[in-house]
């Protein structure tokens, strides 16, 4: 069974870096699944998909994010991660990570991290 666990600080200040790292168990990345997704849901709001990186180390963004976020993986440790840049409390929110087939199509997500930006 694929598990995919979420890991970071749950508070970061404003202006600072935001680091999450997805760890996947019960099947290899690079082998099984071609998109590598990371989405957030703010409080109160919709989930918000922030970009991906797939097979081949291609990387994609949300336009509204691009600037801030910059998305990465080590193979050899079957791990994802996240980096969002200049934070601000409208950062905050809980963060997931999620594979799928497709960049559309997620077939298994994390169980979610919530993050808050404050000082």
């Known amino acids: 069974q694929v598990q995919l666990q979420e890991s970071g600080p749950g508070l970061v200040k404003p202006s600072q870096t935001l680091s999450l790292t997805c760890t996947v168990s019960?099947?290899?990345?690079?082998?099984?699944?071609?998109?590598w997704s990371w989405i957030r849901q703010p409080p109160g709001k919709g989930l918000e998909w922030m970009g991906v990186i797939v097979y081949d180390g291609s990387t994609y963004y949300s336009p509204s994010l691009k600037s801030r976020t910059s998305i990465s993986r080590d193979t050899s440790k079957n791990q994802f991660s996240l980096q969002l840049s200049s934070v601000t409390p409208e950062d905050t929110a809980v963060y997931y990570c999620a594979i799928g087939p497709t960049t559309t199509v997620m077939d298994y997500w994390g169980q979610g991290t919530q993050v808050t930006v404050s000082s």
């Open positions: 019960g099947g290899s990345i690079t082998t099984s699944y071609y998109a």
